[in-house]
């Protein structure tokens, strides 16, 4: 009789298991960091997928909707909309990402979106040549983003910390208008700043992709977990079309409508070129959650604990989902692209 009864609760727990993974939702929303400029476009692998209709083809002939918001609030704004119940999907930094996590948001990691080149930009006439220079300054930095944890790293790379800068707390597009008002010294931003640069306004101190060493902008794509659990089925196609996407993009032939899709978000097009020029789209849109990708979070969970900005522990192992990715890899026969990093 008790192994009947155990039976019986195992069968239950299946079929209410399978009764409540439906097979597709009404719609699934999808929510990605905006350049600050108030556009309904963004940039990395999210802005690839939606532009070429990658995750409306995974689900045509059915009546999913899908929708796309960029957020000028970039990391904070995307958690708050993940946990009010907004966003299903969601392409954001690592530091937000680790923060709401810290935070107990229900998020689970299902694709790497990439990385992008952290700018540091001063106003004409500062004298401030590097990170070192600083000392003292009035600097514009969106807090809370993973340009933030950027910025604290390479202050603390080289021998500062955030108590030696006066930090200013602004958004993307307000930190270009800060720097040309002169109510700040410097910013550190994406390749945005470099509009202030070509109209003589400031001066570039500081590119990531110039050492390799350096904490680059970067982070993942989330699903919640009611999501995930819900819609096991359209989970796997949308990180499918990520895939798709990501694949496009790591095609030369494709690299300068991809260019042009980004410039859609706001930022002049000739600097999101120079941004990217000599560098590989393959390599820096690899999707894989692998050990190298696991590890950089590593890296910023252990800082961002020092730092205090977070006090919770993180479960890695229940937070990041690869198994996603990598079955959309093997069905797409996409294996020896992105070889597996250690």
Same mark, same amino acid.
């Given at each position: 009789m008790k192994i009947?009864?155990?039976? $019986?609760? $195992?069968?239950?727990?299946?079929?209410?298991?399978?009764?409540?993974?439906?097979? $597709?939702?009404?719609?699934?929303r999808f929510g990605g960091f905006g350049q600050g400029f108030g556009q309904p476009y963004g940039q990395a692998v999210l802005a690839i997928a939606q532009d070429k209709g990658f995750i409306a083809d995974a689900f045509k002939g059915t009546p999913v909707k899908i929708t796309f918001e960029y957020f000028t609030g970039v990391g904070p704004a995307i958690n708050e909309a993940i946990a009010s119940g907004q966003l299903d999907f969601a392409q954001y930094g690592a530091l937000p990402n680790v923060i709401g996590k810290a935070n107990r948001l229900p998020t689970r990691i299902v694709a790497n979106y990439g990385s992008q080149t952290v700018f540091g930009v001063a106003r004409k006439g500062s004298a401030i040549r590097s990170f070192k220079d600083l000392k003292g300054r009035r600097v514009g930095i969106s807090k809370g983003t993973v340009l933030h944890w950027a910025f604290l790293k390479t202050l603390t790379d080289n021998g500062l910390s955030e108590a030696d800068v006066r930090v200013v707390d602004l958004k993307g597009a307000d930190q270009i208008a800060a720097l040309a008002a002169g109510s700040i010294d410097a910013a550190v931003y994406t390749h945005a700043l470099l509009k202030l640069r070509d109209e003589n306004i400031a001066d570039v101190f500081y590119a990531s992709k110039n050492d390799p060493a350096a904490a680059t902008a970067f982070g993942a794509i989330t699903v919640t977990q009611q999501f995930e659990q819900q819609y096991p089925e359209a989970t796997q196609k949308v990180v499918a079309a990520l895939v798709r996407a990501a694949h496009w993009l790591s095609n030369d032939g494709n690299r300068e409508e991809a260019l042009r899709i980004w410039a859609k978000s706001g930022v002049p097009y000739e600097l999101i070129k120079e941004d990217f020029e000599g560098s590989s789209l393959r390599e820096l849109f690899n999707p894989r959650v692998d050990p190298y990708f696991v590890n950089r979070y590593r890296d910023v969970i252990a800082f961002t604990k020092a730092q205090k900005l977070i006090r919770n522990d993180i479960d890695l192992d229940q937070w990041f989902a690869p198994q996603y990715v990598e079955r959309a890899i093997k069905e797409q026969g996409l294996d020896a692209l992105w070889p597996l990093r250690q």
């Open positions: 009947k009864s155990v039976l $019986l609760t $195992l069968l239950l727990a299946f079929f209410t298991h399978q009764a409540a993974a439906e097979p $597709l939702p009404k719609a699934i």
